[in-house]
């Protein structure tokens, strides 16, 4: 881009130039012409300077044009661009420049100019949204902390409430935790990309580690599991892709009804695997739907239900480090079905 730009401006230059000299030099060898075959200076033909004024007049009407076109289509759109420019760096990310121009290269410069603003609006709008989102969720455990330490200072305070008081202060501590390690994984996968480290491991291994790990807290709701794992070895990441099956398996019981059934099957098709994980829980609305993915982002305003809104999120950067996808198919009170696809021949670069 920046070569093409370079070199048609250049031409557009390079031949006004040359045109203008051109029309000067001409016109400088006419007058001397005109001068010495008329000989128009001479006392005795005073009357016949019309031709010299002439060819000044049309020098001036020629020279008028070239700055008029000069300015129109090469100085006014740099101005516009400058100004604009301007304006973006007080702060303003509405501005917005015609891409309708004559000269391409003007045009395909306002379109990415234009393309430039929109997306550091977004960055804009997304770090307004994380800074009162994360100090939201850190304020929250941090105030729960400070008023149980308040009630510990009462000295009357019986063994029993002591002891729950200091659990919930453990919570809110694991809470603070597990936000700041989302957090930070987030910022390692958004800066390292796929420079993190790949290996061949047990992927069906690796989800019944995730399975067992979660075994109190399914057990608690009496969840039958049913699992269709068969033997599969894979070349990924195996540090990240636990926390997709960690986030995605706690997810599923978490917003599953007691007694209910999960189930996990994992697919060996020739170019990808294919990971299912759905659930029979309370579900959720294609609005909700469309945007579990985005950081932050919890259906449950409330927040009656743990979490940060980062788990979904992180798991979907996971995947598609993997070039694979995630699919989700979810109806209210119907439950929610999971699909992830990682490819089998993975290029790390």
Do not use: C
Not at 291 to 314: A, E, P, V
């Amino acid at each position: 881009m920046k070569k093409k730009l370079f070199s048609q401006l250049w031409i557009y230059f390079a031949a006004i130039i040359f045109l203008m000299m051109f029309v000067v030099l001409s016109v400088f060898v006419g007058l001397l012409f005109m001068i010495n075959h008329y000989q128009l200076l001479t006392p005795e033909r005073e009357g016949h300077l019309f031709p010299f004024y002439f060819i000044i007049f049309l020098s001036l009407v020629i020279g008028a044009a070239l700055s008029f076109f000069v300015g129109k289509r090469i100085l006014q759109p740099i101005g516009n661009l400058r100004q604009a420019m301007s304006k973006v760096s007080k702060g303003d990310f509405t501005v917005q420049l015609d891409e309708q121009q004559q000269m391409e290269d003007v045009e395909e410069l306002y379109h990415d100019f234009n393309v430039m603003v929109k997306e550091l609006n977004s960055i804009e709008t997304l770090r307004n949204d994380f800074v009162s989102t994360v100090s939201h969720e850190f304020k929250t455990p941090i105030a729960t902390i400070k008023g149980y330490v308040q009630l510990l200072q009462n000295d009357s305070l019986s063994k029993e409430e002591r002891q729950n008081y200091l659990e919930r202060m453990l919570d809110g501590t694991q809470q603070l935790t597990h936000l700041t390690d989302n957090i930070l994984k987030l910022s390692k996968l958004e800066n390292q990309g796929l420079g993190l480290d790949f290996q061949n491991f047990r992927l069906d291994e690796q989800i019944r580690q995730v399975i067992l790990f979660l075994q109190p807290k399914w057990e608690q709701l009496n969840l039958t599991l049913d699992l269709d794992l068969p033997r599969t070895n894979y070349f990924g990441n195996e540090e990240f892709l636990y926390q997709v099956w960690l986030n995605l398996m706690d997810n599923a019981i978490k917003y599953s009804q007691k007694d209910s059934s999960i189930h996990v099957h994992l697919s060996n098709e020739e170019d990808e695997q294919i990971i299912t994980i759905s659930d029979e829980g309370i579900g959720m609305s294609n609005e909700v739907a469309s945007r579990i993915f985005d950081k932050f982002y919890q259906s449950d305003t409330s927040r009656k239900t743990k979490g940060n809104g980062l788990g979904l999120s992180l798991a979907k950067q996971i995947v598609e480090l993997h070039h694979g996808t995630i699919k989700v198919n979810s109806s209210p009170n119907k439950g929610s079905n999971f699909k992830i696809y990682l490819p089998n021949r993975l290029k790390t670069s």
